[in-house]
DNA sequence: TGTTCTATCGAACAAGCGTTCCACGCGGGA
DNA sequence: TCCCGCGTGGAACGCTTGTTCGATAGAACA
């Protein structure tokens, strides 16, 4: 792979430059133009050279039909986390519904695909005061789960406790008949219960914490 | 704004689904083909229905000029953050030299840019070992942090404390010539020391934890 | 000096493309 | 019944766009 001639440099940064600006790859002649180009022949030229180079990758005989393969500046799918309420100790976890689901639903969060790992059920929720400290989760924090009511031994799911009418963030771990939830905080005691009496409201995916 | 129609609802998932498989929008005869519908200027009607809802862009007289609005499938520029070491209590925390920048780094998360803010000198940690669980921090959470000499009171930083030789994450108050160092975790009790024995190493931006 | 490769230039072609216009059917309201 | 808005069909217009072709000039090399 040879080193891109000043022209094929500019030609690749207006691309990049062109695309964050209008969401949409530009045309030959919108390429032409911006680099003073005096040919369309010679940018046709010059994106063979990129696309040679793995730098690009066209569509022939498709209009505006460039990506860009390059890592840097290249657009990922972001996932919109729809953020459905607010978790607090003494409050129901709240339970995604079909209409929150919506992602047109004004409270999202966008997150990188590979923090939500494919998973398609997923929604947040805000932590409301400082009840979840021993799950080291603190007031205001994030916590994206996904949807489910079974979970594997050590995970860390949001539990609804339905005799204490308590929601917690805990490893869970079945015993038995009983199940032990463990605090994150690895100082702290762990509380043990009946199997019957925990309600696995969802699976903890991500803790995510913008002061 | 009014409920879209089904055949509005498919050219939606339609060209999300297109620019997610070609990286550029598609064109209106190639949306007709797929929503199998029989003539453009039925497109062109629907297009300008979806537009003045405010669910796409569109630059007239361009061809695939479609530009998603919506948070769903939109594509976003991702930050590439590189992960320069780890942190611990009794390590000093690693600096981001001019080549843990390089965006071609193995270790990286990338992040939606909201989440950085517009930073760029931002950089992340990967902590080890529970001694920051008074910052609710726990064992493998990421922090991601800006590199940064100031900080403003009340900001979650990371110090190195010369004296005791240790490195930690605190709310930072300057008071006099004193500073106290006061623990995310409410419950527990601030620190306090001589200002020339603190060395804020950056400033947090978020802390993220996935198990 | 002749050859070859690289890069450029200008023009033209043909297909792709967005737009526009007119017509039709349907349903609701006056 | 007439009228009007809405959604649809079909076709044509004219600009946009990717592609192609021949010609040219300079550099490197034998």
Redesign the interface.
């Given at each position: 792979m040879k080193e891109l001639s000043p022209k094929q440099q500019r030609i690749l940064d207006f691309i990049r430059e062109f695309i964050?600006e209008?969401?949409?790859?530009p045309?030959i002649r919108q390429i032409q133009e911006a680099c003073v180009i005096s040919s369309t022949s010679v940018v046709d030229y010059n994106l063979r050279i990129l696309e040679k180079n793995g730098l690009i990758?066209r569509?022939r005989e498709v209009?505006?039909?460039?990506?860009?393969l390059t890592?840097?500046?290249?657009?990922?799918?972001?996932v919109?986390v729809p953020i459905i309420g607010t978790i607090a100790a003494g409050q129901p976890i709240p339970v995604p519904t079909e209409e929150t689901w919506s992602?047109?639903s004004e409270d999202?969060i966008?997150?990188?695909p590979?923090?939500v790992g494919g998973r398609d059920n997923v929604y947040a929720v805000r932590v409301k005061g400082?009840s979840m400290?021993d799950a080291?989760?603190?007031?205001g924090d994030i916590v994206v789960m996904e949807q489910t009511a079974a979970a594997a031994d050590g995970?860390?799911v949001a539990a609804w406790l339905k005799q204490e009418q308590e929601a917690t963030l805990k490893k869970l771990y079945r015993e038995g008949s009983r199940v032990r939830l463990q605090p994150?905080?690895?100082?702290m005691q762990p509380i043990y219960t009946e199997a019957g009496n925990v309600e696995v409201q969802g699976k903890?995916?991500?803790?995510?914490?913008?002061?």
């Open positions: 964050s209008h969401d949409y790859p045309s990758r569509d209009s505006r039909a460039i990506e860009l890592p840097a500046g290249r657009r990922q799918r972001v919109a992602t047109y999202v966008e997150l990188p590979d923090m400082d400290i080291l989760v603190n007031d995970e860390m994150a905080n690895a100082t903890v995916v991500t803790v995510i914490r913008v002061p």
